[in-house]
């Protein structure tokens, strides 16, 4: 991943003229790559209808270069999205169908690619990916992915394993384990760390427990985490004996909903809660290990020895 996204990074800087470069580039420890948010608007860095179509291939390559295929996948799906929410919006007369543009998403480069350490950023409308490559290793967290509508009038869901995973494990509970596992009849509005730069995790709640699960919920809640840890290209650690699944809200689909998944400093969150239940925010992050700032660490106590 750290030499693709090296390769990536510097092809999409060449092709960019002067004034572009100056647009796309942050110094590394510049306070702009700790900015991120999911909602709809202008975001630092270059975006791409401001790009030409060579300019924005090798965009999209850098944003392939940071995820499996999986979740530039789904990340391709929720850019994609975008024109059908405006002529939803636009077919209803909603205020601000108008910024719905699948070439609203900004793509921006910390520091020299040629450096030991370094980073880059994909945002805009549901999708937020941030990466820090720091010597031969590459953190990718936070990682944001969101879908609206969840369901598209074709019936295609970007995110569908995020939602359809967390039911199955759901519902093959006994009544003494959702009653651990559901928190609260009614879910927050959002993610309960919403975009924070430091997550709040001590706010999520834990739910039930994984040595409280059979063998065969315990490997649905393994494959529920594994979608999450698996969207970015490098390795995400997870302790699956710390893990706990909770959820709030609604059990039946259609109705708003969130859940939490904890294991030691990891957190994932997914809420349903707007549009009737058809529009999925999702989050995986680290307490320890977001923005890099573990390898960052390690890499200044070697430097500094």
């Not at 960019?16 to 420890?29: E, H, K, M």
């Not at 401001?50 to 270069?65: G, N, R, V, Y």
């Not at 059908?84 to 205020?95: A, D, F, K, T, Y």
Request: overall charge negative; aromatic content about 8%.
């Amino acid at each position: 991943m750290t030499e693709a996204a090296r390769e990536a990074a510097t092809a999409w800087l060449a092709l960019l003229d002067d004034d572009q470069r100056a647009v796309a580039s942050y110094p590394f420890d510049d306070a702009e790559r700790f900015r991120w948010h999911y909602t709809p608007g202008p975001r630092g860095g270059l975006f791409l209808t401001a790009m030409t179509p060579p300019q924005a291939d090798a965009a999209m390559a850098l944003l392939e270069s940071g995820l499996s295929a999986g979740a530039f996948a789904k990340a391709r799906g929720i850019m994609a999205l975008e024109p059908v929410l405006r002529s939803l919006e636009q077919s209803v007369g909603r205020p601000g169908w108008e910024r719905r543009d699948s070439g609203h998403y900004w793509f921006s480069v910390f520091g020299d690619p040629s450096d030991e350490v370094w980073g880059w950023r994909v945002g805009g409308h549901h999708l937020c990916v941030h990466v820090a490559v720091v010597g031969a290793s590459t953190s990718a967290l936070p990682l944001f992915l969101g879908a609206n509508p969840a369901t598209a009038p074709d019936g295609s869901r970007v995110l569908a394993e995020e939602e359809d995973l967390a039911r199955a494990l759901l519902g093959s509970l006994a009544a003494e384990q959702l009653a651990a596992a559901i928190v609260s009849d009614t879910p927050p509005p959002d993610i309960l760390t919403g975009n924070e730069v430091r997550a709040s995790i001590a706010n999520v709640p834990t739910g039930i427990g994984y040595d409280d699960l059979t063998a065969g919920q315990r490997e649905r809640l393994e494959r529920l985490v594994g979608v999450y840890t698996g969207r970015p290209a490098g390795v995400v650690p997870v302790s699956m004996r710390s893990t706990s699944f909770a959820w709030l809200g609604s059990m039946q689909p259609g109705e708003g909903h969130y859940y939490a998944v904890r294991a030691g400093s990891l957190l994932i969150e997914l809420d349903n809660t707007q549009n009737g239940g058809n529009h999925v925010h999702s989050v995986v992050r680290d307490v320890e290990r977001d923005w890099g700032e573990d390898l960052l660490a390690a890499h200044y106590r070697s430097a500094h020895r």
